[in-house]
């Protein structure tokens, strides 16, 4: 008897697990280019900081390498494009998919070759491979916007930051953590191949036959009124990055002059990081439906502005133990925001343009952002770390409080729950 229930209850075990795998079948394809684009721009901007700094480079020269990611933020320029013309053979936004992801490989290859070419011509390669990352990642964002229903997306939220977090292990380990035994062009040649492997998926997408189910578009969705709707949340979007960037980016830098070891802070960058992102963005989904996209916001926040005060403390007294505690406190307290961040961003991009859309939320907002993240480091150079972490924690404050009170004046009038 006892044998014949266990049996039962494996089976609905295996039944369960089986619709839960295929419940999530849907979201490998974002998965997938989510996991590119948290690689490339991993391997392209996120070690080489830490490794020149580890060698001695000052602080504001470090600063100037943020500008590889500045392609991130001016997508809106060229994403009206993206929104008006179809490319050939393939379907409208998963032709720039492939057109932007196939770009961004060959891009990788060429630079593979140049180990010892110029800085300024590797510089240049980085800057044009991310902004094809770029152009991918805001064709795959109208992309969830057009097909995918407002309910679900939360779920595509979680993917994205799955994927992007687990890219970042792959792209940060590989330049900081194995990059003495790989080797530049076995390095950039891996990521490529990761990239190419990546797109596969998005290419049986059938973004045809789920064009118009995610629903109509906002009622403020033309004209003047929408102009003035997308400048006001750009504006809360951008305060938010920036603030958070001056209070939580600048924490590996700081663990490097506290003493940690360049193989620790890497450990804590490219595993850490995204292996917490990971776990937070699978966990959010379900947190946010319990309870509340704002709720979940607000504790975050607090978490990260206590991260930020343990840090100020750290380098006040030179504890690099109480230093990584508090990196680690910011990266666990950031992963409960991402999820509903992003959903937020779906929803106020399910304009009639949702490539141009998203492209102003996101990418203005970051590159209004952009001056002070190149600025921070000299700015903590200037002030040193305890000073500076101390000034930031009434600006992440304001923010936090502002970007909360944002979401849920639209959580309101959508008649959705807090």
Same mark, same amino acid.
């Given at each position: 008897m006892s044998h014949a229930v266990t049996q039962s209850a494996v089976r609905r075990l295996i039944v369960r697990i089986g619709g839960s795998l295929s419940g999530m079948r849907p979201l490998a394809p974002f998965f997938c280019l989510y996991m590119t684009f948290g690689a490339t721009l991993g391997f392209l901007s996120g070690g080489a900081p830490l490794i020149l700094r580890a060698r001695g480079v000052g602080l504001a020269e470090v600063g100037l390498l943020q500008l590889i990611n500045l392609p991130v933020g001016l997508t809106f320029l060229w994403a009206p494009l993206l929104d008006r013309l179809r490319l050939p053979v393939l379907a409208h936004r998963v032709g720039w998919i492939a057109a932007a992801q196939a770009t961004t490989i060959l891009l990788l290859t060429t630079l593979s070759f140049g180990a010892h070419w110029p800085l300024p011509v590797l510089l240049a390669l980085a800057v044009a491979a991310c902004a094809c990352v770029a152009t991918m990642d805001i064709a795959l964002e109208a992309l969830v916007v057009e097909t995918v229903p407002a309910v679900q997306r939360a779920f595509v939220a979680s =993917?994205?930051?799955?994927? !992007? #977090?687990? %890219?970042?292990?792959? /792209?940060?380990?590989?330049?900081?953590?194995?990059?003495?035994?790989?080797?530049?062009?076995?390095?950039?040649?891996?990521?490529?191949a990761l990239d190419a492997l990546c797109l596969l998926p998005i290419?049986?997408?059938?973004?045809?036959?789920?064009h118009g189910v995610a629903g109509g578009p906002e009622r403020w969705s033309g004209g003047l009124a929408r102009l003035r709707t997308l400048a006001g949340r750009v504006l809360v979007l951008g305060a938010y990055f920036a603030a958070s960037y001056l209070l939580a980016g600048p924490n590996t830098l700081a663990l490097l002059d506290l003493g940690v070891s360049l193989g620790q802070v890497g450990f804590l960058t490219g595993t850490v990081l995204p292996g917490v992102n990971l776990v937070m963005a699978v966990a959010a989904g379900g947190l946010a439906a319990r309870f509340g996209a704002v709720r979940l916001i607000?504790?975050? =926040?607090?978490?990260?502005? !206590? #991260?930020? %005060?343990?840090?100020? /403390?750290?380098?006040?007294?030179?504890?690099?133990?109480?230093?990584?505690?508090?990196?680690?406190?910011?990266?666990?307290?950031?992963?409960?925001?991402?999820?509903?961040?992003?959903?937020?961003?779906?929803?106020?991009?399910?304009?009639?343009?949702?490539a141009t859309d998203y492209a102003l939320l996101f990418g203005a907002a970051f590159f209004a952002a952009m001056p002070l993240r190149v600025a921070a480091p000299a700015l903590a150079g200037w002030i040193g770390w305890p000073g500076y972490f101390t000034a930031t924690l009434p600006l992440y404050a304001a923010a936090a409080a502002w970007l909360a009170i944002a979401v849920s004046r639209t959580l309101r009038a959508d008649g959705a729950a807090l």
């Open positions: =993917a994205k930051l799955c994927g !992007a #977090s687990l %890219g970042g292990i792959l /792209g940060v380990g590989v330049l900081v953590g194995s990059y003495d035994s790989l080797g530049w062009r076995r390095a950039a040649l891996a990521c490529a290419l049986g997408y059938p973004e045809a036959r789920l607000a504790g975050g =926040a607090v978490g990260v502005f !206590a #991260s930020g %005060g343990l840090m100020a /403390g750290a380098c006040a007294v030179g504890s690099a133990g109480l230093g990584i505690a508090a990196t680690v406190l910011s990266f666990v307290a950031g992963g409960f925001l991402g999820v509903p961040v992003f959903n937020m961003i779906y929803r106020w991009a399910q304009g009639p343009k949702p």
